[in-house]
């Protein structure tokens, strides 16, 4: 009955292409990606069959749809490839290892630094950024987060940093940055320092102390004891410079003497007083001399 012609009644010559049926050597076959459906005309298998038994059954899969031939009876989408109601499967997302739809991960690429327990959207794991279609690439390393290598959308916590300023993550007063995690703490000397716990760029004033260049000096007119003490203490009073309690450099007018700033016309009046009392000696020690003197002229007369 699928004949257009035959030589008997069990072998046919041609067949009726309309019922999408072909000669094969005496009968009339479905064609491939055609069922036999127990009635005459041929039923089209699924999109995805090459051949099929019935319409949700392969049993070879059409080539070159990115499908798992392997699979014959299911034919499914190769990994990285999904279902789109057609015979070729469309590409997933780069990162994913498989998907739904074009938008949405079922599972994620592994090696890719991507959450892969969070497979619908595969994104960077924390600490790394996408810089193409599938990589995700480590952030700088005092960002928690970030949207490039250099701009931080979070920071670190515990690493002695800034987390208010979420984009640079600089480190808080008293620490600086010596290229990881972690900032370093200054020396006690420096309020904020830079690339170095000695490299001071400021300075506490509560402790007498002012920057003078990458150091932090005691003010004029304090010490700290040749770098013994942490805080700067006031020299003696008139005292510019001085180590402890001993000056070095006195203020005007007064003048340095034994370590003490004395003052200048006390100082010379008390020389002046000095003066006058050694020569007041020094004379009466000359009219002594004399008068030996003359008395021994006496004696020799």
């Given amino acids: 009955m699928y004949c257009v012609t035959c030589s008997s009644s ?15 050597v005496t009968t009339c076959d479905c064609m491939a990606g055609y069922y036999h459906n127990g009635v005459p ?3 089209i298998c699924n999109y995805k069959c090459a051949t099929c038994v019935t319409g949700l059954v392969c049993t070879s899969c059409l080539s070159g749809g990115n499908r798992n031939i392997t699979d014959a009876t299911n034919c499914p989408c190769n990994n990285g490839y999904y279902e789109s109601g057609v015979l070729a499967c469309s590409t997933c997302l780069s990162y994913c290892q498989t998907c739904s739809n074009g938008t949405q991960c079922t599972s994620c690429l592994p090696g890719l630094n991507r959450n892969t327990t969070n497979a619908i959207y595969c994104a960077c794991l924390p ?8 990589l995700c690439s480590a952030c700088n390393y005092m960002c928690a987060t970030c949207i490039s290598g250099l701009a931080c959308t979070s920071c670190l916590i515990g690493g002695n940093r800034n987390v208010t300023d979420a984009v640079n993550c600089p480190c808080i007063g008293g620490y600086y940055d010596n290229g990881t995690l972690i900032c ?3 020396s006690n000397l420096c309020l904020t320092c830079t690339n170095t716990a000695v490299n001071c760029s400021s300075c ?4 007498n102390r002012i920057i003078n260049g990458s150091a932090c000096s005691c003010l004029a007119g304090y010490s700290d004891n040749n770098s013994s003490l942490l805080m700067c203490i006031a020299c003696p009073a008139n005292c510019l410079e001085c180590t402890s309690n001993n000056c070095i450099v006195c203020s005007n007018p007064y ?3 034994r370590g003490t700033c004395v003052f200048k016309v006390k100082l010379d009046l008390t020389l002046k007083l000095k003066r006058q009392s050694l020569n007041k000696v020094l004379l009466q020690a000359d009219f002594s001399q004399e008068a030996k003197f003359n008395d021994s002229i006496v004696n020799v007369l």
């Fill in 41 to 43: 005309l041929c039923v």
């Fill in 10 to 24: 069990a072998v046919c010559t041609s067949c009726n292409s309309n019922l999408f049926r072909q000669l094969s």
């Fill in 127 to 134: 600490g790394y950024f996408s810089t193409g279609p599938a």
């Fill in 184 to 186: 370093q703490t200054c």
């Fill in 255 to 257: 003048s340095l003497v």
């Fill in 204 to 207: 506490d004033s509560q402790l």
